[in-house]
């Protein structure tokens, strides 16, 4: 098993991205992925390499694991490079278990744009 100070000093590959995944209970773990892999490609790995430290917090399947990347949550098909990770460099997400992710259409007037919706903000009498 690998410390925490272990981990610090774990040398990265200079074409590969290390990702410090976090849980809702605040335990980490550190894996190393390829900037072609996809968030799905992470969850699947994830949860079929899932440490052992993380038993209590076994989920059921690869399916409802979802990353989230600077407060938003990423997509399946979303590859790492396109986030623009730094190669050689330690990127930290969080590692959650949730059926389905949030709709992005709440994302305040911008898209109300786009879609024509509107928002009423007079009453009739």
């Not at 917090?57 to 938003?72: A, C, D, F």
């Not at 997509?75 to 992005?104: F, I």
Request: include cysteine; proline fraction near 6%.
């Amino acid at each position: 098993m690998t410390t925490a100070s272990q981990r610090q000093t774990r040398v990265i590959p200079e074409d590969k991205i290390c990702l410090r995944l976090i849980l809702v209970t605040g335990k980490t773990n550190e894996f190393i992925f390829s900037p072609s892999d996809t968030a799905y490609f992470v969850a699947q790995h994830v949860f079929e390499n899932w440490p052992q430290d993380w038993k209590a917090e076994t989920v059921s399947s690869h399916n409802i694991l979802k990353l989230i990347y600077q407060g938003r949550f990423l997509h399946g098909n979303v590859t790492l490079g396109a986030l623009h990770l730094p190669l050689g460099k330690r990127t930290t997400m969080h590692l959650v278990a949730r059926e389905n992710l949030p709709e992005p259409a709440s994302q305040g007037p911008r898209n109300r744009e786009k879609t024509g919706e509107r928002s009423c903000c007079c009453t009739v009498l």
